[in-house]
């Protein structure tokens, strides 16, 4: 979702030199020769320990940055960049989303959707005063070279956490209706190889997830290529769905303990989703549920399991 902010950046910079640091395990998703965004370059970012922070201090040195913006600050990217700001001379900026007193950003501690707050930061300290930029202006866009379509609907079945998977059976039998309706359509499950992936894939097995369903376990850079070339996404809200989106891949996402209106800052015709509204479950500590995994009894996952796999099928039918 990063991507968004980047592009505004590009708007307001269109010749500078935009590099857009990302986690390290994320980076490879980038390196793909076939895929182009608003950046100039990327940066494998890890600072997970001293020989880290070396290691990065002297890889930014080379990069002769005049500028370092952190868009999801954290205790550790503060001190780092700042230590790293002061050093070369040069300028830190940053947002964290989760301060709730006023900062120089602006609506610093709303609840908004997730490129708002990024663009909002980033306006702050690099924007044109009055011209706010609006987060369905600057949808997140990687661009693919020759890609070509065929008929295969990605089912994102992983997610962060329990809470937020809509249950294996479900698309067992969503599966099913499909290749009943449409035998010679093709449906992909894209799978890390993590323990947890792992035994979600044994699961599904044991399930009786039809034996035509293909578990894709290639490397993340061959995902955004992959993706654009499907019919469209369906699944639950984790970042295979964000890369749907990315590549202009149609979605169908599946919300239970947290709130669409802020982790689904997409436009909602190309990118439907399904949110059970009113769960007071659900925001019994926060506006969101935070659990790993639900603590009801009778009404276990009701946020997840209202939505039905033949419910599922009528939305996604016309779509096949």
Known sequence: MGLGAVAYLRTLYPKANIIYALPQW?????????????????????LK?????????????????????????????????????????????AHNHHLKTKTQVLDQGLIKPLIQRDLDGVYSFLGIPGEIPHYLNYEPEIKIKNSIKCKRIIFGVVATRHTKMWPLENYVMLAELILKENPECEIAIPLSKSENDRKIKAELIRLGLPE??????????????????????????????????????????????????????????????????????????????????????????????????EKAFLVIKPYM
């Open 212 to 309: 035509v369903v293909k578990f894709v376990e290639s490397e993340l850079k061959k995902l955004p290529k992959f993706f654009s070339e499907s019919s469209f996404y369906f699944g639950n809200d984790t970042g295979l769905k964000h890369i749907a989106v990315a590549v202009n891949l149609k979605s169908f996402t599946l919300f239970g303990p947290e709130p669409a209106n802020e982790w689904h800052p997409y436009e909602t015709t190309n990118h439907q989703y399904f949110f059970e509204e009113n769960l007071s479950c659900r925001t019994r500590k926060y506006h969101y549920c935070g659990l790993e995994t639900c603590d009801l009894l009778e009404e276990n996952m009701q946020c997840m399991k209202k939505f039905t796999p």
């Open 49 to 93: 320990s001293t020989k880290d922070f070396i290691k990065t201090f002297f890889k930014l040195k080379k990069l002769n940055i005049d500028h370092i913006h952190e868009m999801h600050q954290t205790g550790t990217g503060a001190k780092f960049f700042a230590f790293v700001a002061f050093i070369f001379g040069i300028k830190y900026t």
């Open 26 to 46: 994320v980076a490879p998703l980038y390196s793909d020769s076939e895929v182009e965004t608003d950046a100039t370059a990327y940066f494998p970012l890890e």
